[in-house]
């Protein structure tokens, strides 16, 4: 929402005419109002920010494992998407120790999981500006409404395993923390000799110095603040490039390396074959990283990168793997269309699976088709699960994956993998949604999908037919 109005500004700005007309536009365009403190999301009202795009993170992150604090600044890029008189972000615990903005130091007041800023003077729409935060503390994880951890969580043995889908990313750097708005980052995290920090992107620079050593991360492509990392541990390192150039690098726990290594070996292959699937992998990096935190009790897809609370299964590499292309290049606009993400990540297991000797994703439908009616698979629609609380539930995954299953049998193989494609390609590094998707799958295809869409998508309990 907010980056779809950012970006044609941010395109305007490049001529000096128009960038008069705008700030011109700005300074009589109104009265200055607050911007919301979300970002209209029913799911997570809380989540991200009204009037603001962060164009850019810069996070130097200093944390000391054995005390659990966090020492950092928060440089932000951001532009306004209308004449604010304040801004928030979204930021949980820790301790502000000053806003400047554009240098100047600016107010700030805290309440709930909002940080309020006020500059001295109103803040023009069109108008570039950085934000930088210093704050302080030990991070404390939350708990979403399916009671799952989300964000900073510190593991028994003072490693960090940093995962914030859908609203953590709060818990260690102010943010703008919902998916609408995407942000290119730079994450440094500096860390007593000994640990390693793992970020999103290119490590482009390591250096060590009385101590503590520093690993400066790069993401040069959008990211949604969920998915961003600065995971901690006493990882061993692996790096390396694929036969198609791309850097890969892979952190993982000494207890899970031995059982991790032939899984993340295959990840080049599962690159290759999604590729060949859904087009050009999106970003210029790859790799893994692997704790030891069973209790966590998921993986995340964190950019380039993804997050594993133990040695994964090959299922759950391509499952991480082909989120790269679905929820991290192609992004939700709101939580209610995360079957965007998983039904095809789920897919996309289902069709290694095909390929590697597997059941056929005809088979994997049939089987899930005869699941009782009590079934959790028939619990709520894929499209539609009501609330925050059940984003992460059965349907989204499992019945998002018949949802294409469905799509493939009714238009063919070839319309079916040229949607994917265009899907992909089409939103590359920005954002869609559900109504979207079901456009376009009726545009590519000439057929009329919407009784398809509406029964499988979006209607109650298990179809009567399969
Ligand atoms: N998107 C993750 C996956 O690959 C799941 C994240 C679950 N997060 C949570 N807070 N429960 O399926
Ligand atoms: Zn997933």
Do not use: C
């Not at 490049?14 to 960038?19: E, S």
């Not at 400066?216 to 006493?234: D, K, V």
């Not at 150039?245 to 690159?271: C, E, M």
């Not at 290694?352 to 698979?377: M, N, V």
């Amino acid at each position: 929402m907010a980056s779809k109005i950012a970006r044609p500004l941010l395109a305007l700005v490049a001529t000096p005419v128009l960038a008069a007309l705008l700030v011109g536009a700005g300074t009589h365009g109104g009265a200055a109002t607050p911007g919301a403190p979300g970002a209209g999301d029913p799911y997570f009202p809380d989540s991200g920010n009204g009037g603001i795009h962060v164009v850019h993170y810069g996070l130097d992150l200093d944390y000391t494992p054995t005390t659990k604090n966090l020492a950092a600044t928060a440089d932000l890029t951001v532009t306004a998407t209308r004449k604010l008189s304040s801004f928030n972000l979204d930021l949980s615990g820790l301790t502000v120790d000053s806003v400047r903005i554009d240098g100047r130091r600016a107010a700030f007041s805290r309440a709930g999981n909002e940080l309020t800023v006020t500059p001295s003077r109103a803040l023009d729409k069109g108008r570039r500006f950085h934000v930088v935060v210093t704050y302080s503390g030990v991070p404390a994880h939350v708990y979403d409404p399916d009671g799952s951890p989300d964000g900073w969580i510190i593991q028994p043995d003072d490693s960090v395993f940093v995962a914030s889908e859908p609203q953590g990313a709060m818990t260690w750097f102010p943010s703008n923390s919902h998916p609408s708005d995407k942000s290119t980052y730079d994450v440094e995290v500096t860390v007593p000799d000994g640990w390693t920090a793992v970020s999103n992107g290119r490590l482009r620079d390591r250096r060590s110095r009385g101590g503590k050593t520093t690993f400066a991360w790069r993401e040069s492509q959008p990211m949604a603040a969920y998915l961003a990392t600065a995971s901690i541990g006493r990882f061993q390192t692996e790096q390396y490039t694929t036969r198609s150039g791309l850097p890969v690098y892979n952190a993982v726990v000494p207890s899970q390396a031995a059982a991790a290594k032939p899984v993340l070996d295959q990840l080049p292959a599962v690159i290759e074959f999604e590729s060949r699937l859904f087009g050009r992998y999106p970003f210029d990096a790859a790799g893994s990283i692997v704790h030891d935190a069973p209790d966590v009790g998921y993986a995340l897809e964190t950019q380039t990168r993804p997050i594993y609370d133990r040695a994964p299964r090959l299922d759950t590499l391509v499952h991480e793997t082909a989120h790269q292309w679905f929820g991290d290049s192609v992004t939700l606009t709101k939580w209610q269309d995360i079957w965007l993400n998983e039904g095809f990540a789920t897919y996309a297991e289902w069709l290694w699976d095909a390929e590697h000797g597997g059941p056929s994703t005809a088979q994997r439908f049939a089987a899930d088709y005869a699941l009782p009616e009590t079934d959790a698979l028939w619990s709520f629609p894929a499209g539609d699960p009501g609330d925050g609380g059940h984003i992460f539930g059965k349907p989204p995954y499992a019945r998002g994956a018949m949802v294409l299953e469905k799509l493939r049998q009714t238009v063919g193989d070839r319309d079916f993998f040229a949607i994917l494609r265009a899907w992909a390609s089409e939103h590359r590094y920005g954002h869609a949604d559900s109504a979207g998707f079901i456009a376009l799958s009726k545009h590519i295809s000439g057929k009329n999908l919407d009784a398809m869409f509406a029964t499988w998508l979006y209607g109650s309990g298990k179809p009567a037919t399969p």
